[in-house]
């Protein structure tokens, strides 16, 4: 926290712009350590970064910050500027010192890391000025014409890394920044309620990948972040997050989630289990101490037929696969035959083959069934 005590400089000139009371879009940092690593981002560097020290509390800067939104969002402006708010309470005493900050609103230019211009309090007119004298003037890149470029070669690689990161997760958070260090105060309020209902969750930072950044917008239909995702079905943002866990849906969906992914994890080791030989028994006991005369009569025709050649499963040594097969097989009762992995039936189907004669037509030499 910081010692300094800033002054409060008030408003030099009315504000015109309108109103906009949400201000997910604007990048809060509380430290000089976020501070440098948000202008180290590519996605940043290029562009013409508004950086607003602020104080928290103050009616004059949160009126601003509204302000400077919808300045950024100026067709005159837009994808030329970004914008940053760093709380001059917190532990950004290096900064304030490194930039000879001693009052706020102070509004640092920054370009490439480096700050070309300020303007102490607000002055609409004279930052105004500024802005388009260093757009005029310097490198800055227009992102729309940037995406509008590679569009063509890379939406679709941009679209299938979307796919790929919504798939990597049962729960993903597309945030500004990571859960240690988050660079808004929505994604931080999002991270605190997963972690307070004990909800794990993978990340992927849009601000590391400003093209990723909007084309998942695109993507999803929603213009701001964080957005959260479950099952690679979006959820939305913090205050729908919100609703959702204060009534048990969110925590409904989870365990929804949860249970599909136990369901395919079971299949999956069912699978392996059906295809451990082309002919698989599932049966109660194993060949040498059966459990169930229904086995027994089993093992007797198949050795009468001299077909010997299958692999047995034992499944009162493991209830979950007793169980979980009836449901794989939609086949209620034991003992069971697969034959390449495609069910054949039980001692009935076994019986009923046999009497037809078809019973080695059915296993062939190699254990397929013809």
Not at 152 to 180: A, V
């Amino acid at each position: 926290m910081s010692d300094r005590k800033l002054n409060v400089l008030p408003t030099t000139t009315a504000l015109s712009f309108a109103n906009i009371s949400n201000i997910e879009d604007i990048t809060l940092l509380k430290t000089t350590k976020e501070f440098d690593d948000f202008l180290s981002l590519s996605s940043v560097s290029h562009t013409l970064l508004l950086v607003h020290i602020e104080l928290k509390n103050s009616e004059v800067c949160k009126t601003l910050n509204d302000a400077l939104l919808s300045l950024t969002r100026e067709p005159e402006f837009i994808h030329k500027l970004q914008l940053c708010c760093v709380n001059a309470e917190g532990d950004v005493d290096d900064l304030l010192n490194r930039y000879n900050v001693t009052s706020a609103p102070t509004i640092l230019l920054v370009h490439k890391k480096q700050v070309i211009d300020r303007v102490d309090g607000f002055n609409q007119s004279e930052l105004i000025k500024k802005i388009k004298s260093h757009l005029n003037t310097r490198d800055i890149v227009n992102t729309t014409i940037n995406l509008q470029q590679q569009t063509s070669q890379s939406s679709d690689d941009t679209e299938q890394r979307i796919k790929q990161l919504l798939n990597r997760s049962s729960i993903i958070l597309f945030m500004k920044g990571t859960p240690t260090s988050p660079l808004c105060g929505f994604s931080r309020q999002v991270c605190h309620l997963l972690d307070e209902n004990n909800h794990k969750f993978d990340y992927f930072d849009v601000l590391s990948d400003g093209n990723l950044r909007e084309r998942l917008k695109k993507h999803s239909n929603w213009p701001t972040y964080p957005q959260l995702y479950v099952n690679g079905e979006l959820v939305g943002g913090l205050d729908i997050l919100k609703e959702m866990i204060k009534s048990g849906e969110f925590q409904a969906k989870v365990r929804s989630q949860k249970n599909k992914e136990l369901i395919v994890n079971s299949d999956r080791q069912l699978e392996k289990l059906i295809n451990q030989a082309s002919i698989m028994l599932f049966i109660k006991g194993s060949k040498e101490q059966l459990q169930c005369g229904f086995t027994k009569e089993l093992l007797e025709i198949l050795s009468r037929a001299k077909i010997n050649n299958y692999k047995t499963f034992n499944i009162l040594e493991n209830e979950d696969v007793r169980q979980n097969l009836k449901i794989y097989s939609n086949w209620p009762t034991y003992p069971q035959i697969y034959v390449n992995g495609q069910l054949i039936g039980g001692l009935d189907k076994i019986k009923q083959l046999n009497e037809q004669g078809t019973l080695r037509e059915t296993f062939n030499s190699n254990g397929q069934a013809v």
